[in-house]
């Protein structure tokens, strides 16, 4: 969320980085700034309404109870009461509209941020690899994985309908080693805790990480009744299946002050995550590249804002030794103000080289968030032992995808008759196979 003061105070320049993200509905801006107006007069009506009640009881304690003037009194309060009340209740009106306002402005882009309204402004930052030059007609990873007997699409389907795989035999434990190898990595080579989170959460944990209102369609929303709400005491929340590990884990600081010496703060965690995919209908309908349950490894970083900026590139550095490790062929792109995500001030994204589609394809979003997500979670630090709490930055990418992962390896690695050669890293996490074929 951004800043309420900083956006009223300075309303052509957020009109103009909005802009830049390609929103341009200044009735938005226009109904923030009016709002904003309309609470800060309504708080001032309510405290001075406060203080006339205050005044008007200490008036009547001192009034003779049977008397004529005690009687007025003790009208006037009650009008005054009345008044008031009917105050706060506009003042609670005004601040969730503007509340709701607030929750759907996108984030600011960094200054630096490429200028552009889509992914064609988007800029390469870096080619790695060379691209496997195959000498047959490469097949995708949907015809690989079925001709290997690793992937079924068919029984998915059967089971729980579209957007869904079952992995299988050496699919499986592709699937499971690369978790286990890319989690060994972050944790014994970069430093991070590993988080094993639930995987339901709040909804305020969904709205602290920017996931709510803006992309409810995106989410699960879980069904329940009052008596298992009841039991299981979560407040009348609603109650979410995550579509990222970056829920629950850049909330496990929510609502906390931290100190300065704690920080910087990384976590990598494994999770399954589910996604409605609400309004791709028609795209990467095939295979494994977008579908409603899928795994991945994330990482997130905490951090002070005078960090935040080389805290990005660490990440995005930690994501990229995944692919280098597996020897496979890939680019980074700096996003451009039009193309980054809601919550994003500035993105890179990592695409993995796909021989079956013959492009890059995403594979990991490394963003920095600033204080947006702090500001809706109260995610807070103190500088030092005397100084005001202040905002945090957060960071957070995928380190990796593990299905997309699964498959850039079946397409980058395949061989002439269909078997695929498992990267030698990945080896000691599959039982030492080396190659993959039918059994």
């Not at 305020?204 to 009744?225: E, H, V, W």
């Amino acid at each position: 969320m951004l800043d309420l003061r900083f956006v009223t105070e300075h309303l052509d320049e957020v009109r103009a980085g909005l802009a830049r993200r390609g929103f341009t509905d200044a009735n938005v801006l226009d109904a923030v700034a009016s709002l904003a107006e309309r609470r800060k007069h309504a708080i001032v009506a309510v405290e001075q309404k406060r203080a006339e009640r205050n005044e008007a009881t200490q008036a009547m304690a001192k009034a003779d109870k049977s008397s004529s003037e005690f009687q007025a009194r003790r009208e006037s309060l009650r009008a005054l009461g009345d008044e008031a009340k009917r105050l706060e209740a506009e003042r609670v009106t005004v601040e969730a509209e503007l509340e709701d306002l607030m929750l759907h402005l996108p984030n600011l882009p960094a200054d630096d941020v490429p200028e552009g309204l889509d992914e064609h402004a988007n800029v390469v930052r870096r080619v790695v690899g060379e691209i496997p030059n195959l000498e047959f007609t490469p097949k995708d990873h949907v015809d690989l994985g079925v001709g290997l007997d690793i992937l079924d699409f068919d029984r998915a389907i059967k089971v729980s309908g579209a957007r869904f795989v079952v992995l299988k035999g050496m699919g499986s434990r592709l699937e499971r080693g690369l978790m286990q190898f890319m989690l060994d990595t972050h944790v014994d080579e970069h430093g991070y805790t590993e988080i094993w989170p639930p995987v339901i959460v709040k909804d305020d944990a969904m709205r602290g990480t920017s996931q709510l209102p803006k992309f409810a369609k995106d989410a699960f929303r879980i069904a329940k009744d009052a008596d298992w709400e009841a039991e299981n005491e979560v407040g009348g929340h609603d109650l979410y299946l995550i579509p990222t590990a970056e829920v629950p884990v850049t909330n496990l600081h929510a609502g906390e002050i931290l100190e300065r010496e704690q920080l910087p703060i990384a976590y990598a965690a494994y999770t399954a995550c589910f996604r409605s995919e609400a309004g791709s209908h028609g795209k990467d309908t095939r295979g494994m590249i977008r579908q409603h349950q899928f795994d991945k490894v994330e990482l997130v970083r905490l951090c002070a804002p005078e960090d935040a900026e080389a805290q990005h590139l660490l990440l995005t550095s930690h994501a990229e030794a995944i692919l280098q490790k597996l020897g496979l062929a890939y680019r980074v792109i700096e996003l451009c103000a039009g193309d980054m995500g809601f919550a994003a001030k500035r993105c890179f994204d990592i695409e993995v080289w796909l021989p079956g589609q013959n492009a890059y394809r995403e594979i990991s979003s490394c963003s920095w968030f600033g204080d947006f997500q702090a500001r809706r979670m109260m995610a807070r630090y103190r500088p030092s032992t005397n100084d005001k709490p202040r905002l945090l930055h957060t960071i957070n990418g995928s380190g990796l995808a593990i299905g997309r992962t699964l498959v850039a390896i079946l397409e980058q690695y395949q061989q002439a008759d269909g078997s695929v050669v498992v990267p030698e890293a990945l080896r000691p996490y599959v039982g030492g196979r080396g190659r993959i074929t039918r059994d």
